[in-house]
């Protein structure tokens, strides 16, 4: 099992999900006395009684001046049984950019909802997106349930309606689990509430330390994006030639065949280098050097993929995108498209549907995409680029979509079908 | 936030993210630089990035703002890992400036502030359109907000609003020119994770990381060393303790903590116990105001 959890969090403005995060940090005890000092100290002079754990995370002036969360912020923390890195997306506005950032590394994704409202627009827009990106696990927290006197049968129907939503998307029920708290109060947070004696199941930092991490997907076909050529040309090393990168998928060994893409050339794994001495094997998530039997021309952006299971190798793009920009997408519109190490000339050539999250339902042939839309386009690619289906390898099927004019990101992209 | 408890196996994860970072920019930027200051964050940084190019020499030079500030011990080490490496370096001596009338000397007699316009006149000299850092998320509430990949305007420039989202690992380098990208490859880590990787790899650091015998004196609740930024003043008793630095900046703000850790494993038991975050404990510029972090960094500095 891993030791380390990447999580995400998603809700809506006022859902107290700074609340939930400074309480988790606070009953971790991740937060040290000279922070908690400073958050007392800021709390009184706000004229509060108890120190507001929100202050903890909101990081930013204006944040605290106006009691939101306006970026995703990165946050640490650990037990002895797992170390934690937690995305802390706000739930404003451009709702959807933020849960993509957040989300798009996640293994595991924390909705809130005030249980006086129950599951809201926004936490079905969130749970779609969450879906979309492939996150692959859910956890409800159902917050404030204090202020409902810890009514049992609002918190069921609430768990019985998220998790029907859940599975209309795609989650399978073992993966989504519903816990009533109070963040405000510490209820099944970090400690098991006596004021929830229907609840049987795991507090949320329990949960959150046991569940199952998906491994890297070893059993996968290699997946190496050649990032850098290392040509030392020192006296010691004249010849050295090697391909430097993080292995995106699979596993890879000395003497496996493979081919390079878009090129087609074939070659064979003559060693795998690091800087701590050749290794036997390297799976996904490493960052090593390989060096080929043949000398082929090999530049950065070209992908080293297993011989008898390429990627197919594309001029056109077919795929999700999530649009995270004011700047509409028209067709038409020249962008450019980083996947692996490579930066490709695009042409918007069809935008298919528009993806309502609220229905699950696609409208068809739309004129634009506007900040914060999920659509299916077309993309007409300069040069051909090896790309996989999303849902098969994530790190070889998703893209950025970027403004040539001044650099933006426009929107992350996602191959094959993601919806119908 | 400071974490306590790390498992030594993200060091592995770690590790590879970081020089996967490093390699993105050297595809990526025409000159990049590695912002050095002998600290254990930089020195940490350089570590890595000799890794991610090996066996080749690492394709960047470093710069250091030299407050004039600076511990003796500190510019040994930055002289010796230089020549060591045989790396380029880059000074900005924030004397200069002040000699030539560019910068006025701060009544407080502080210099970290100082720093800021040194380091941007000498990224845009240079034409630098990549800069390492090595600050962390966890420092500080405003760097948690920190994209790896940051861009900043033509006058160097924070706008939190503003930040491109990040996805994936799929970095986005792109910017006008004049522009610049600050790239911080450390992100992810953690105060105890520096530690346990310096343990794991065996980092040399300066010596003053380390407990020893020195005079100093009480101000603002910090020990602080005596030293060209002015102390001790009347009234301010020196004493000899055996102290360490949990970090090294411009030795004006930089306050020594007590303690008898001599080794590596000494320390690491004394940051997992300590109640206190390493800049709350001995850094004095964090502490001008509420905000102090995230108003230096909107004006440029990292």
Partial sequence: MSSLLRLATAGSVDDGKSTLVGRLLYDTKSVLADQLDAVTRASVDKGLSTPDLSLLVDGLRSEREQGITIDVAYRYFATPKRSFVLADTPGHVQYTRNTVTGASTAQLAVLLVDAR????????????????????????????????????????????????????????????????????????????????PWYDGPTLLEHLETVPVAPDPHDSPLRFPVQYVIRPRTPEYPDYRGYAGQIAAGTVRPGDEIVVLPQGIRSHVERIDTADGPLGEAGAGSSVTLLLTEDIDITRGDLIAAADAPPSVTDEITGTVCWLSSKPLKPGARVLVKHGARTVQALTDELHARFDEQTLSSVDDPETLELNDIGRVTLRLAEPLPVDDYGSSPRTGAFLVIDPKDGDTLAAGLVGERFS | MTTLEPATDNLVALESEAIHIFREVAGEFD???????GGKDSTLMLHLAI?????????????????????????DFRDHVVEKHGLRLVVAKVQDWIDDGRLEERADGLRNPLQTTPLLETIAGHKFDAVFGGGRRDEERARAKERIFSLRNAFGQWEPRRQR???????????????QVRVFPLSNWTEADVWHYIAREQVALPSIYYAHERPVYRRDGMWLTEGPWGGPRDGEDVATKSVRYRTVGDGSCTGAVESTATTVDEVIAEVTASRLTERGATRADDRMSEAAMEDRKREGYF
């Fill in chain 1, 117 to 196: 409202n129950g599951v809201v627009e926004q936490t079905r827009r969130h749970a779609a997106v969450l879906a979309l990106l492939g996150v692959p696990r859910l956890v409800l927290a159902v917050n404030k349930i204090d202020l409902l006197d810890y009514d049992e049968t609002t918190f069921t129907v609430i768990a019985k309606e998220f998790t029907a939503h859940a599975e209309s998307l795609g989650y399978d029920p073992a993966s989504v689990v519903t816990i009533p708290v109070s963040a405000l109060h510490g209820d099944n947070v970090a400690t098991r509430s006596g004021r929830t």
């Fill in chain 2, 51 to 75: 890794k991610a190019f090996w066996p080749a020499p690492v394709p960047f030079p470093l710069l250091h703002v030299d407050t004039g500030h600076n511990f003796p011990e500190v510019l």
């Fill in chain 2, 31 to 37: 000159r990049p630089v590695i912002l050095f200051s």
């Fill in chain 2, 165 to 179: 989202p990040e996805l994936w690992n799929l970095y986005n380098g792109r910017h006008r020119p004049g522009e």
